[in-house]
């Protein structure tokens, strides 16, 4: 008998735009204060994209590092999966501009959308379709460009975002399996804490829509941070167990960068010491689905993690939608 399927991760990769907008720059476009975002979020700075550089283009980028690090060619792989709320249209997907980009023709794609959980999903899927023999080599992507979806004028928001993409490739083993667990939730009862309302069946496009800035996000912040602390250390401790392994076995945490609040409020229910928590939401703020593996390439690439550590990801975002991932890298 064949024996079950393994999922290996065979390389990331992470792409940031070039302009960098810091808190003081941001002084000069809302009432804000560096004090004030710094204590607050521990945001300093953020990455925006040019205009004229789409998601795909952050996707692109990323998926070309991603390739090299895991040393394979393009054509060996079979599904690209695009995780993200600022996609380049709303059809067609973001996945199916990447996959001409990167000349993958007659590959199935899509996106996935599950806001700042939408990686964590993503691995999820990318699993299920590794383990089902459908497809062998899948390209995960997370990509955004909240910055195109970000109202400027509203400085309970706007100083909290920004773009950037980041990629995985995973593939088929009959040796490794890298992904030892996933949990995933979600909650529609909260969608309208953290949302868009405008360009859907619900808003359609309107020049009341515009004016009522309807095509942005909206955020009751204060609510969402309470709940996103407990759902958090649940999904960190749910994927935890099933991993089979304990918190001493995990030798980084990377939660979802949204706030330091939230983030050091997690590690201390959880009982995780700080050096064990991967932290860059100062120089990316939150940067949605490609949150949790942008900061994972960079830990992967600054030595934080080695061959063979274990890593969790841990999600939260609109929907409510929130997951965790045990990953041996
Ligand atoms: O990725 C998905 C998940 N998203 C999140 O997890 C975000 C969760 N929420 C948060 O991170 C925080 O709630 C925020 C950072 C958004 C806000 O922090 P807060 O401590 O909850 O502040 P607040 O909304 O209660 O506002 C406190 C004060 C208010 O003034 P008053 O009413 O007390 O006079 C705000 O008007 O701070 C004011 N304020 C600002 N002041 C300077 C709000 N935004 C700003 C700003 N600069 N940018």
Redesign the pocket.
């Known amino acids: 008998m064949n024996k079950k399927l393994g999922v290996k991760i065979l390389g990331t990769g992470s792409y940031f735009p070039d302009k960098v907008l810091t808190n003081t720059d ?1 002084e000069q476009i ?4 560096d004090e ?2 710094s204590t ?2 521990g945001i300093k700075e953020r990455r925006i994209a040019a205009d004229g550089e789409f998601t795909s283009d952050l996707a692109y980028k990323a998926s070309l590092e991603a390739i090299k690090s895991a040393n394979i060619k393009p054509e060996e792989i079979d599904l690209v999966l695009v995780a993200t709320i600022t996609p380049d249209m709303f059809f067609p997907s973001t996945a199916c501009f990447l996959q001409k980009k990167l000349g993958l023709n007659s590959v199935p794609a899509f996106d996935l959308s599950a ?2 959980s939408g990686f964590v999903y993503g691995i999820a899927t990318a699993k299920a379709f590794i383990e089902s023999g459908l497809y062998k080599t899948v390209l995960l992507i997370g990509a955004e460009e909240l910055s195109k979806i970000t109202d400027w004028t509203d ?7 920004g773009d950037g993409a980041g990629a995985m490739i995973l593939s088929a083993s009959q040796q490794d399996d890298n992904v030892l667990s996933t949990f995933l939730g979600a909650d529609g009862s909260y969608a309208d804490l ?1 949302l868009m309302p405008g360009g859907g069946s619900v808003n359609p496009s309107t020049v009341e829509t515009v004016n009522g800035k309807l095509h942005s996000i909206k ?7 309470k709940t ?1 602390i407990p759902k958090m250390a649940f999904a960190a401790q749910k994927a935890l167990e099933f991993s089979g392994k304990n918190l001493d076995d995990i030798k980084l945490f990377i939660p ?1 960068q ?2 330091m ?2 983030i050091e409020a997690v590690a201390k229910k959880m009982g995780i010491p700080m050096e064990k928590v991967f932290v860059n939401i100062y120089k990316t703020g ?1 940067i ?1 689905s490609a ?1 949790t593996i942008t900061a994972l390439d960079e830990a992967i690439k600054t030595g934080k993690l080695n061959k063979g550590d274990l890593v969790e990801l841990i999600a ?3 929907g409510f939608t929130w997951g965790a991932t045990v990953l041996r890298v």
């Open positions: 941001l809302v009432e804000t204060s004030w975002i607050r979020t806001a700042c400085r309970n928001t706007c100083v909290l975002f953290l955020m009751q912040g204060k609510e969402v941070f996103a979802h949204a706030n609040r939230i939150n949605s949150t939260f975002g609109g």
